[in-house]
């Protein structure tokens, strides 16, 4: 059972920055994918960034240059930095594992930005 624990939301001002996290536990082996989308208020779910467990990123065109993800060395927790933190990145950022052809998601952590 692979399980995905999320941290690092929060408020923050315009311009600001932070730090997501994403740890995954059970069996994860071979290769994979693990990535960060999120969901603001009546829009739907979007790919914010996505990285490989052969190291291969994307990102989605709004954060490209502002956002950085990365993953530790055993591969099982994932970053994403955000940096130049505006209005439209407030949304619930969720967590995501694509092993053997299925998504595991996290339980979603809140990203406010405001002054």
């Known amino acids: 059972q692979v399980q995905l624990v999320e941290s690092g939301g929060g408020l923050v001002q315009p311009g600001g920055s932070l730090r997501l996290s994403c740890a995954a536990s059970?069996?994860?082996?071979?290769?994979?994918?693990m990535g960060w989308y999120r969901q603001a208020p009546g829009k739907q779910r979007e790919l914010v960034a996505a990285?490989?467990?052969?190291?291969?990123?994307n990102y989605a065109d709004s954060v490209r240059g502002r956002f950085t993800i990365s993953r530790d060395n055993a591969g099982r927790t994932v970053y994403l930095q955000m940096n130049s933190l505006n209005a439209e990145d407030t949304a619930v950022y969720y967590c995501?594992?694509?092993?053997?052809?299925?998504?595991?998601w996290g339980q979603g952590t809140q990203v406010t930005v405001s002054s």
């Open positions: 995501m594992l694509y092993i053997v052809g299925r998504n595991y």
């Open positions: 059970g069996s994860i082996f071979g290769f994979n994918a």
């Open positions: 990285i490989t467990s052969s190291g291969s990123t």
